[in-house]
């Protein structure tokens, strides 16, 4: 054993932020430097807009549910 150093392991409390909402046809997510609508959500796949706030052309995609709100989640996306 060491002398002078501390071993003991301090807990931290644990911020969580609220789970994410599920997705719903017309949602709008506003991140830092995007925004995302959402235009339609089926069993497993959503049509959605990514754009940028001033965009003038905006492309339509389709992904998989699970992988939008991971996406959501890493942006820390807020629903407007």
Known sequence: MRSGINFRMTKKPLTRRPPLPSLANGQVWRMSEAILRVTMVGKLLVHYKLS???AVRVSSSVDSITTIKKY????????A
Do not use: E
């Open 72 to 79: 959501l989640k890493t942006h820390k996306a807020v629903l």
């Open 52 to 54: 940028k706030p001033n």
